[in-house]
């Protein structure tokens, strides 16, 4: 099993204006496990295919994760930006599944 150090992408909406709602993205640092190392090309009628990894990782939450696990968006994992398409409680511990390319907004 793999060791994982990196960033979580958390998305919160906020009044950045009167009337105006924005996500605003943070990241926080997490130290776990990589307990499923995936990846598989989905043929697409695009000229490229697409890379999905289907990756879990096994984080030490805090409280902050705890409270907000519902607004994780992305991991920062191998030089990219990943989709959290799950997250499961097991306290201590958090298990995020990730999925394809994150293309949303970072901090």
């Known amino acids: 099993?793999?060791?994982?150090?990196?960033?979580?992408?958390?998305?919160?909406?906020?009044?950045?204006?009167?009337?105006v709602w924005n996500d605003v993205v943070r990241e926080r640092e997490y130290f776990g496990d990589v307990i499923r190392n995936t990846r598989r090309y989905e043929t697409t009628p695009n000229l490229n295919d697409n890379l999905d990894i289907n990756n879990q990782f096994s984080i030490v939450g805090d409280a902050f994760a705890y409270q907000?696990?519902?607004?994780?968006?992305?991991?920062?994992?191998?030089?990219?930006?990943?989709?959290?398409?799950?997250?499961?409680?097991?306290?201590?511990r958090l298990l995020l599944t990730v999925g394809g390319v994150y293309n949303g907004p970072t901090n």
């Open 68 to 92: 907000n696990f519902g607004t994780m968006r992305f991991i920062r994992w191998m030089n990219g930006l990943w989709k959290i398409t799950n997250v499961e409680i097991q306290r201590p």
């Open 1 to 19: 099993m793999a060791r994982f150090h990196g960033m979580v992408g958390f998305a919160q909406s906020e009044e950045t204006a009167p009337g």
